[in-house]
Each structure stands twice: as structure tokens, then as C-alpha cells.
T-cell receptor
Framework: DVKVTQSSRYLVKRTGEKVFLECVQD?????MFWYRQDPGLGLRLIYF???????EKGDIPEGYSVSREKKERFSLILESASTNQTSMYLC?????????????FGPGTRLLVL | DQQVKQNSPSLSVQEGRISILNCDYT??????FLWYKKYPAEGPTFLIS?????DKNEDGRFTVFLNKSAKHLSLHIVPSQPGDSAVYFC????????FGTGTRLQVFP
């Protein structure tokens, strides 16, 4: 079974704090993704990575950065958290071969920024 | 501009009956489609997929239908069970996945 784990299920941070969300997958997948899910907006892609040390902007990258130092680990960084970044954050991984790709998701991190 | 649309935010179905969830897309280049199921406070779980070379794919109680000419995708759940109550997302791909906004299905006894 594919396993994608996220470092925290719930986080509460203050405005202006730097926030790290970690994601680890154990299936040797090349591709990893960060999404946020908000009511009525579905899943929106923040950043993705097709290889180690490689990153690409998704649809809503503003206010976020990422790091992929190892194949199995993909980190999302909020440099200076703001209240509009309160959301559910979902990490996913998938095998190489764009198109026909199934992504597998972690349990999510619910972040509250006060 | 939303390329993948789920126009029904919610659906309520009696246990044992059929649930039909719909999804429309705008880009004819999409060639792979997926359905995910999501419970509250959990990540989405992959349910079923279909390639654009097919018009139907079945897995147990779940069947996905693809109508390319109408750019329409549907998920049928037969028979519906209370444990099917969740939010269902459709997604489409030429490369990255593009998700719809979700439909909340409630199956009542």
C-alpha cells in the first residue's frame, strides 16, 4: 500500500510565523505535490516536484515555497503565515509518467493561522 | 476559469438506491479522469479512473462513465451505502491533475 504521511494533523500558528509542513512517501514516487483544500474551491495546486531539488509552481504559489532535498520528502514552507493561509493542506505523490498518473494523498494538515 | 466542474455541491440518496455524481470538463485534451473520495479530516482516497480511450470502467459497486463528445464524466454507486457518505472529487489530466470543487454525498437509511 502506498503510504504518504504528513508531519502534523493540526497546527495553530500566529500571523508572521514561519511554518514548515513536511510530507514523506514510501513508494519511491518521483512526483510529489502540495495542495490546499478550501470549502467551495476544491483542491488547488500550490507547488509540485518531478524530481529531487526540482520544483514547479502550481496555480496558487504566492506566499509559499517548497523544498525537495530527498526523493521521499517534500516540504511546504509558509515564510510568513497570514490568516488567509488558514486551510487544509494535502500532500500527494505519484509515479513518473505524466498523464495516466494516479496521485495518492496523505491525511492532511489542518492549519489555523491566528 | 474552471476547467473541471462539479455543478452539484450536494446529493442525498437513500441507502440501497443508485448515487450518480456528475462532472463536466472543458478541455478536450484531457485524457485521463479520476474520482476521489474524501472523509472529513482525512486526505482524498483514490476510487476509480478511466482513460479517454474507454467509455466505461467498473470496479465493484462503482462505475465511471465517460462521454467525450459531451465532455462529461459520471460516477455511479450501486447500491449506495451509508459508508459512502463523503465528498467526491473528480479530476482530469493531460499531465497535472485538475480537480473539481467536490460533491458532498449523503446516504441515509
Amino acid at each position: 500500500d502506498v503510504k504518504v504521511t504528513q508531519s502534523s494533523r493540526y497546527l495553530v500558528k500566529r500571523t508572521g510565523e514561519k511554518v514548515f509542513l513536511e510530507c514523506v512517501q514510501d513508494m519511491d514516487h518521483e512526483n510529489m505535490f502540495w495542495y490546499r483544500q478550501d470549502p467551495g474551491l476544491g483542491l488547488r495546486l500550490i507547488y509540485f516536484s518531478y524530481d529531487v531539488k526540482m520544483k514547479e509552481k502550481g496555480d496558487i504559489p504566492e506566499g509559499y515555497s517548497v523544498s525537495r532535498e530527498k526523493k521521499e520528502r517534500f516540504s511546504l514552507i509558509l515564510e510568513s503565515a497570514s490568516t488567509n493561509q488558514t486551510s487544509m493542506y494535502l500532500c500527494a505523490s505519484g509515479a513518473r509518467g505524466l498523464g495516466q498518473e494516479t496521485q495518492y494523498f496523505g491525511p492532511g494538515t489542518r492549519l489555523l493561522v491566528l | 476559469d474552471q476547467q473541471v466542474k462539479q455543478n452539484s455541491p450536494s446529493l442525498s440518496v437513500q441507502e440501497g438506491r443508485i448515487s450518480i455524481l456528475n462532472c463536466d470538463y472543458t478541455n478536450s485534451m484531457f485524457d485521463y479522469f479520476l474520482w476521489y473520495k474524501k472523509y472529513p479530516a482525512e486526505g482524498p482516497t483514490f476510487l476509480i479512473s478511466i482513460s479517454s480511450i474507454k467509455d466505461k470502467n467498473e470496479d465493484g459497486r462503482f462505475t465511471v462513465f465517460l462521454n467525450k463528445s459531451a465532455k462529461h464524466l459520471s460516477l455511479h454507486i450501486v447500491p449506495s451505502q451509508p459508508g459512502d457518505s463523503a465528498v467526491y472529487f473528480c479530476a482530469a489530466s493531460p499531465d497535472k491533475l485538475i480537480f473539481g470543487t467536490g460533491t458532498r454525498l449523503q446516504v441515509f437509511p
